[in-house]
């Protein structure tokens, strides 16, 4: 391979890499609560299982959730990657505000959505845990699948459908929480959505 091979190359790479950036730039807003509502959940309208794919999906609760898109993480090699490819880290009410959010150190791997500050956490801690949530989300089909993938950090967003648990033949199963004051291992929500739009 020649120089010129490499320069087109890096060239191409370049490109790509601008493109995908461009794609899943975040969305900046000033200051001030976007979202003043917190997620809504009642009983499903009925319990019985979904075929998804390989998975058998028993409906828990129905759920609807306004909130602002504080980061997101893609997954294809886990075992749950096939059913929730996109996790999404989640804010609303004082969660939603740029000036508390600019304020924490936000991450999201293996599944898990971790928050730390440099001195003092800029609301209390409670507070945080019980207005953010990461969610592994479920495309109940290829429309939501494509929207899914188009949001950005930042994004405000509204989505519909249902807090599931999981069940696979191989014995592979994942089951959604059902509050909002949970942490830790099992506090994610695991969510079949249904409809999404990007306010």
Known sequence: MNLRHVVILLVVAALFGAGRWSLHRPIGHAAGVLVESD?????PASHAPITHGEYVLTPLADYAIEARVISREDYSLDAGSDLAPTDLAVGWRRMSDTAVIDQLDIEQSARFFTYRWPDAPPIPLVEIERSSANMH???????????????REGAIVRMRGQLVAAQRN?????????????????ACELFLVTSIEQL
């Open 39 to 43: 997620p809504q959940q009642s009983e």
């Open 137 to 151: 989300m479920i495309p109940s089909d290829e429309n939501v699948a494509r929207d899914l993938g188009k949001l």
């Open 170 to 186: 191989d014995g592979f199963h994942w089951r959604s929480s059902l509050t909002r004051n949970d942490t830790g291992g099992g």
